[in-house]
């Protein structure tokens, strides 16, 4: 097959490279264009971006030109690595000028029209592009942390319903881009807050597990309290979660149906998707982000410790790769999914 041209939008930032990394092998998608700001416009992009990934830049990509962030690109599908300073203004122009726009910014995520996805978890909400106004569209892909927390619940959602949860995160330092927190406050320590992640952590779920009521989502009815903190790990997001749930379950059980989850990305045999979505381990000290944050390429949960709660019902910790399932390996999951499902021909007709 033809593989389809893409552009990357904030394509100089860490969300942006790693977009870049993950499409340079891509079987259904070609990088064919990157964009940034103004001040890396007109350079090549080997001099307009401090190369961070553990791979080496591609010289293809090292020698395109960086493109302004405008509707002149040529390619019709655009991933955004913005930073929401900028993006919502931009996507929205993207969108009103016939472009498919996969977000990871957070602009949009609670547009009453635009989707906010995980493919495992809430696939039919992609029909909410239908309803916007404009000749293109958005869809975003939901907080790094958020999306951990969401893939261990879903199956969990289905079988028993969840009244309430407690999670308490310890979150990765990449997760706050580059350059990020300065080395002489977060070595040797913890920091116990990061801007505006509690508030994501304690909305976005509600979207994602709610309802499609034809052209909105109906929120799903849980209490949801959440603390951050920032650690002093370079990738990999772990978070302790305590649940209150509606039906009964042993953990026995629990454990079983966290092991056999699998849901359309997986059925539908996407480039992006893993065998396993969610990868449970039974050993006491596990999972770790140093040995487990890579589990299906990045694109796994793992999950582990899961046992009966006094407060609760039960408690387990779920680690996720904060950059590439949490980021753009995510994002590019949404757009094999909106592939596979003939939305690019819905929208792009």
């Known amino acids: 097959m033809n593989k389809i041209?893409?552009?990357?939008?904030?394509?100089?930032?860490s969300v942006g490279q790693k977009f870049i990394e993950l499409l340079s092998d891509h079987p259904w998608f070609e990088l064919h264009e990157v964009a940034a700001s103004g001040r890396s416009a007109g350079k090549l992009y080997k001099d307009a971006t401090n190369w961070i990934m553990q791979s080496r830049l591609n010289d293809k990509y090292g020698n395109m030109l960086v493109?302004?962030?405008?509707?002149k690109l040529e390619s019709k599908i655009v991933f955004s690595g913005l930073d929401a300073g900028v993006a919502g203004q931009i996507e929205s122009g993207f969108a009103e000028a016939g472009y498919i726009v996969i977000s990871n910014a957070r602009n949009h995520r609670f547009d009453p029209d635009v989707p906010?996805?995980?493919?495992?978890?809430?696939?039919?909400?992609?029909?909410?592009?239908?309803?916007?106004?404009?000749?293109?569209?958005?869809?975003?892909n939901p907080n790094c942390s958020t999306i951990g927390l969401v893939l261990a619940l879903k199956p969990i959602q289905d079988l028993f319903g969840i009244e309430s949860i407690n999670v308490v995160t310890l979150q990765a330092i990449s997760g706050g881009g580059y350059p990020g927190v300065p080395s002489?406050?977060?070595?040797?320590?913890?920091?116990?807050?990061?801007?505006?992640?509690?508030?994501?952590m304690e909305s976005e779920p509600l979207?994602?597990?709610?309802?499609?009521?034809?052209?909105?989502?109906?929120n799903a009815e849980i209490k949801i309290s959440a603390q951050c903190n920032r650690i002093a790990v370079n990738?990999?997001?772990?978070?302790?979660?305590?649940?209150?749930?509606?039906?009964?379950?042993?953990?026995?059980?629990?454990?079983?149906?966290?092991?056999e989850f699998k849901s359309l990305p997986q059925e539908l045999k996407l480039p992006s998707a893993p065998?396993?979505?969610?990868?449970?381990?039974?050993?006491?000290?596990?999972?770790?982000?140093?040995?487990?944050?890579?589990?299906?390429?990045?694109?796994?949960?793992s999950v582990g410790r899961l046992r009966e709660?006094?407060?609760f019902d039960i408690k387990f910790v779920v680690l996720s790769h904060n950059t590439i399932r949490g980021a753009a390996g995510g994002t590019l999951l949404i757009a094999e999914l909106m592939k596979e499902q003939g939305y690019f021909e819905k929208v792009l007709a």
């Open 67 to 71: 493109k302004n962030c405008d509707t």
């Open 207 to 218: 979207k994602i597990l709610g309802s499609l009521n034809g052209k909105t989502v109906s």
């Open 5 to 13: 041209k893409v552009a990357v939008l904030g394509a100089t930032g």
């Open 116 to 140: 906010l996805i995980i493919p495992e978890v809430n696939p039919d909400h992609l029909k909410l592009v239908e309803t916007q106004k404009t000749k293109g569209c958005i869809v975003t």
């Open 275 to 301: 065998e396993y979505p969610i990868m449970y381990f039974d050993e006491d000290n596990y999972p770790q982000p140093k040995i487990h944050r890579n589990e299906g390429k990045g694109m796994s949960v």
């Open 184 to 200: 002489m406050d977060i070595l040797d320590n913890a920091i116990p807050f990061i801007s505006g992640e509690e508030e994501k």
């Open 235 to 259: 990738d990999g997001h772990m978070e302790c979660v305590q649940l209150k749930m509606k039906k009964n379950a042993d953990a026995y059980e629990l454990k079983k149906i966290l092991r």
């Open 309 to 311: 709660d006094s407060l």
